[in-house]
């Protein structure tokens, strides 16, 4: 790890004011108006932590788009119109899928990626500014940069791909060092950030793992570079830890566990060096779920433990419930019932207090069906199958389409939580809904529980479906 060197520049460009949004207040105060908000909300079943603050950061030009609750309230509150209509920037320029022209293609034959229909999703709370102006004096690297980073490939994840920023174009071609890293290279980075998650969500790990490895080495050479002032050093370093714990996770879905670790302590390692309390506790509730997954649940438990310390600050309940629901998985691993139980009650106590401003981006994921599911988990580890799949059922039921991989992660679970219950019609049919999701999802993890499933109905294929579960999950090509 490097640290950065600061030098003086100019400041950003200040983000641009939505005056729509503005015109929509009318004589109402910012205070009024949150509460015309709020109340909108319970008309439409949303819990929404609205108050005179966030109305004055739209108005301001700061949440550049807002997360999904809050669009469904806006669009509820002042119906016919749309986000743009509102003041607002397209979903697809905060969540990283630039809208690019064939015109703007980088070369290299890097194709752009392609466009699809957004889906709803559930809650990420983007408080992204636009852009700022890029800095004369290292343009043409951050044109490499930034064309490299947040150039993707198509919907797929045959073709997802994500620029190789191995710096190997640009200035670092022609032998010269890279300059001082500015302010359109941390908005890179971020983007960067944004793209892999997205991507995931939709089509799991496994296609995207190796690709992503060339972005997290560029980033750390970013931080080699040094940045132009303390502000930008200080998104280089969170933007790099964000960027190695989602390469991380990449690792951690495709069955990569050593790597993961190797990418979840560079990542914590950068938050205990910049003092960042919020990518800490991310780092551990990583480091958590990981060490569950690998069999040692009294480290997932310590892990969960000291990401709740380091998220205690922050003020968000929603990111202490996930914690909770770390140490529970761990509390199941070590067969501790009342431990889990325990974790569980809390997370579910801290879930309910709803959303706010404090949640961090990166819990995107983590709404009702994600809640379900990991306490599933629970249950199942704990051998409670029928606990277990009623959650796995109600997680995805209530699963938002946007997510794909989470939606066939939750179905496989329901499927080995029915056939291990003695259910092997039902538990075959579930596994047939994951089967017709994995040519859009690729993730060791949902693989290996099916392969689980497969074993234990394999006694039963006289059984309704199980038959043609099994001979459907024969035929899958062989993971390598």
């Known amino acids: ?219 750390y050479a970013l931080l080699d570079a040094g940045a132009t002032r303390q502000t930008t050093a200080d998104r280089l370093h969170a933007g790099a830890g964000e960027l190695a714990i989602s390469v991380g996770w990449l690792a951690h879905d495709s069955g990569r566990f050593d790597d993961a670790r190797s990418h979840y302590a560079e990542a914590l390692a950068t938050a205990r060096m910049t003092g960042d309390p919020g990518l800490e506790a991310h780092a551990f509730c990583n480091t958590a779920f990981l060490a569950r997954d690998a069999g040692r649940p009294r480290e997932a438990v310590r892990a969960a433990q000291a990401a709740q310390r380091a998220a205690q600050p922050l003020g968000s309940a929603r990111l202490m419930s996930l914690l909770a629901l770390r140490e529970a998985g761990g509390w ?38 994600e809640l379900e599911g990991l306490e599933a988990q629970c249950w199942s580890t704990l051998g409670d199958w029928r606990r277990a799949s009623r959650h796995a059922r109600r997680a995805a039921h209530l699963q938002d389409p946007h997510f794909t991989r989470n939606i066939a992660l939750y179905t496989a679970e329901l499927a080995d939580d029915l056939a291990r219950e003695g259910r092997p019609d039902e538990a075959a049919a579930a596994g047939l809904r994951v089967l017709s999701l994995l040519d859009q999802v690729q993730s060791s993890r949902i693989q290996t529980m099916l392969a689980g499933t497969a074993r234990v109905l394999l006694p039963h294929r006289r059984a309704s479906g199980v038959s043609d579960f099994l001979d459907r999950h024969a035929s899958l090509p062989r993971r390598v």
């Open 1 to 219: 790890m490097a640290s950065s060197t600061v030098t003086s520049s100019q400041p950003e460009r200040p983000p641009r004011p939505n005056l729509a949004f503005r015109q929509l207040r009318g004589r109402r105060s910012p205070a009024e108006f949150a509460a015309l908000v709020r109340r909108a909300a319970r008309e439409i079943g949303e819990r929404v932590c609205c108050d005179a603050r966030y109305i004055g950061r739209v108005e301001a030009g700061e949440i550049r788009c807002p997360n999904y609750a809050y669009e469904r309230v806006f669009l509820h509150m002042f119906p016919g119109r749309t986000l743009t209509d509102l003041g607002f920037a397209p979903r697809s320029s905060v969540r990283g899928r630039a809208a690019r022209t064939a015109v703007d293609a980088p070369e290299e034959g890097l194709a752009p990626e392609a466009a699809p229909g957004e889906s709803r999703g559930t809650f990420e709370p983007y408080d992204s500014q636009d852009p700022p102006e890029k800095d004369p004096r290292n343009h043409e690297e951050s044109d490499v940069l930034r064309r490299a980073f947040m150039t993707g490939g198509g919907a797929t994840v045959a073709a997802a791909t994500l620029a190789p920023l191995g710096l190997t174009t640009g200035a670092a071609a022609a032998g010269r060092p890279l300059r001082h890293a500015g302010s359109p290279e941390a908005t890179a980075l971020e983007e960067a950030v944004r793209r892999i998650r997205l991507l995931d969500d939709r089509h799991g790990a496994d296609g995207l793992y190796r690709r992503a490895a060339a972005p997290l080495r560029a980033a």
């Open 332 to 369: 199941a691993g070590l067969a501790d019932r009342t431990g889990c139980e325990q974790a569980l009650a809390r997370a579910h106590a801290l879930f309910e207090r709803g959303r706010s401003d404090a949640d961090p981006e990166w819990m995107s994921f983590y709404g009702e069906a």
